[in-house]
């Protein structure tokens, strides 16, 4: 089983909303991220947690806020979102190591209005 | 400077034939090296992963890595239309699960 499920699939939130976005894998993974994609580009890394500890932050803004309540869980917490931040927000997991491979779930479509 | 490089694009073949998707890449520590498949909307898909100098073949996919050129390549041999979609070229560095991505190319398969 290879499956990364993200909730929900698509979201519009406005500028002064709160909300969260959700995964869940149970392959065993202890290496989870996430990534966010603008259209016509590539999948650009935003955090990254192993074992359930943040690792890597590549300069996110604050308004993101992601936590990893479990080895299965991984959400990201939106608030004062900008419209430039609406796109595919990816979560992938892979085990520890750099030869892993890592599995993406189908994603979140995120509109800020 | 891109620590991943691909041409964009787009890559036309008629069906049936070989379509070659190449990747180059800067950091010459990265230890793996994968290509994954992006239909337009959907998320990237894992289709090959390679991580040591040669040919690794998978059906109708063969990736070839070439370390010390840093070079990563994808051959799709009797190409369908359902092989149109942007693939990426996906490296994993010394740091270890940080996954870097070229900008993809696009392949358009004619029937």
């Known amino acids: 089983d290879t499956e990364v499920t993200q909730t929900p699939k698509h979201l519009v939130m406005g500028m002064t909303n709160k909300k969260s976005l959700k995964c869940e894998q149970h392959?065993?993974?202890?290496?989870m991220y996430w990534y966010k994609q603008k259209a016509k580009k590539p999948p650009e890394l935003m955090f990254v947690?192993?074992?359930?500890?943040?690792?890597i932050n590549e300069s996110v803004p604050s308004r993101f806020s992601p936590e990893c309540p479990n080895s299965s869980l991984l959400n990201l917490h939106l608030h004062a979102l900008q419209p430039e931040d609406s796109a595919l927000y990816l979560c992938?997991?892979?085990?520890?190591?750099?030869?892993?491979?890592?599995?993406f779930g189908q994603g979140t479509r995120l509109t800020v209005v | 400077q891109k620590e991943v490089e691909q041409n964009s694009g787009p890559l036309s073949v008629p069906e049936g034939a070989i379509a070659s998707l190449n990747c180059t890449y800067s950091d010459r520590v990265s230890q793996s090296f994968f290509w994954y498949r992006q239909y337009s909307g959907k998320s990237p898909e894992l289709i090959m992963s390679?991580?040591?100098?040669g040919d690794k073949e998978d059906g109708r996919f063969t990736a070839q890595l070439n370390k010390a050129s840093q070079y990563v390549s994808l051959l799709i041999r009797d190409s369908q239309p359902s092989d149109s979609a942007t693939y990426l070229c996906?490296?994993?560095?010394?740091?270890?699960?940080?996954?870097?991505f070229g900008g993809g190319t696009r392949l358009m398969v004619k029937p």
């Open positions: 390679i991580y040591s100098n």
């Open positions: 992938a997991s892979s085990q520890v190591g750099g030869e892993a491979e890592a599995f």
């Open positions: 947690y192993s074992y359930e500890k943040l690792s």
């Open positions: 996906a490296v994993n560095g010394n740091a270890g699960n940080m996954l870097t």
């Open positions: 392959m065993g993974h202890r290496a």
